[in-house]
Nanobody, 121 residues
Framework: QVQLVESGGGLAQPGGSLRLSCAAS??????MGWYRQAPGKERELVAT???????NYADSVKGRFTISRDNAKNTAYLEMNSLKPEDTAVYYC?????????????????WGQGTQVTVSS
């Protein structure tokens, strides 16, 4: 049984930074991803990363967000810089996809509980 636990969300000012972590317990995870969901909107892809470190980003976060992982710790990270108010959402960690780049929510077997990120002055 795989469990994903996110941490690191909170309040940031526009232009600020936050770092999210996703710790996976149980079996090692192949593709991991970060998604987000704003109120009244569908869950959308933020970034994905393969076990080998290949990455894929949504156009809206390219150049601002960086996804990484530590396979020894079974943990993925999302470094978010130059935050904008439109980045405000609940951010979810996803794992267990066996295809690449695994852009669809249905590609993943496991989800975290989500962590709130609010960007506001």
């Amino acid at each position: 049984q795989v469990q994903l636990v996110e941490s690191g969300g909170g309040l940031a000012q526009p232009g600020g930074s936050l770092r999210l972590s996703c710790a996976a317990s149980g079996n090692s995870i192949n593709v991991m991803g970060w998604y987000r969901q704003a109120p009244g909107k569908e869950r959308e892809l933020v970034a994905t990363i393969s076990s080998g470190g290949t990455t894929n980003y949504a156009d809206s976060v390219k150049g601002r967000f960086t996804i990484s992982r530590d396979n020894a710790k079974n943990t993925a990270y999302l470094e978010m810089n130059s935050l904008k108010p439109e980045d405000t959402a609940v951010y979810y960690c996803a794992g267990g996809a066996t295809i690449w780049p695994a852009r669809r929510t249905g590609d993943y077997d496991h989800w975290g509980q989500g962590t709130q990120v609010t960007v506001s002055s």
